[in-house]
Structures are given as C-alpha cells and as structure tokens.
C-alpha cells in the first residue's frame, strides 16, 4: 500500500464501511456510505500525518489477529 494520505483515506474508509455491512444492520454502512465525502476529506488530513498512518497500520494488524484468531463476535 502506498504510503501517503489518500491511499490510507481511502483504505480507512473501505475497512470501516465493510466491517459496518458486516455486522449485520446494513443502516450503519449506509450511513458512511452518505458520509464518505466528507470521511474522506478528514481522512486525507488527518493522514497528512506519518505518525496517524503508522498507528492506524498498528490498529489494522490488531484487528486482523483478533478476526484470526476467531475472536470477534458477530453483531457486536
């Protein structure tokens, strides 16, 4: 992945939306589907930043060790 502010915008948002359509009540991601404008305007700013991009690497890798190891909870 690139390593600049529109990629992880733009990444930041796609995770966000899936795990939203993936618990189950398609209003939340409906819900950033109408922001994502707005989502994504903030997020190339507060991406403008390495030390955001890096702690956000950080979360993204947190998350996927939990969905690994089969920790999260559906609907939740």
């Known amino acids: 992945m690139a390593d600049h502010a529109d990629a992880f915008a733009d990444l930041d948002y796609n995770i966000f939306r ?3 359509f993936a618990s189950g009540n398609p209003i939340y991601g409906l819900i950033l589907n109408g ?3 707005l989502y994504t ?3 190339r700013h507060y ?3 390495p030390e955001a991009r890096s702690l956000a690497l950080g979360f993204y890798h947190k998350i996927i060790v939990v969905m690994r190891a089969g920790r ?3 609907g939740v």
């Open 47 to 49: 991406f403008a930043n």
């Open 72 to 74: 999260a909870r559906p």
């Open 18 to 20: 899936g795990l939203a």
């Open 35 to 37: 922001m994502k404008g």
């Open 41 to 43: 305007r903030i997020g």
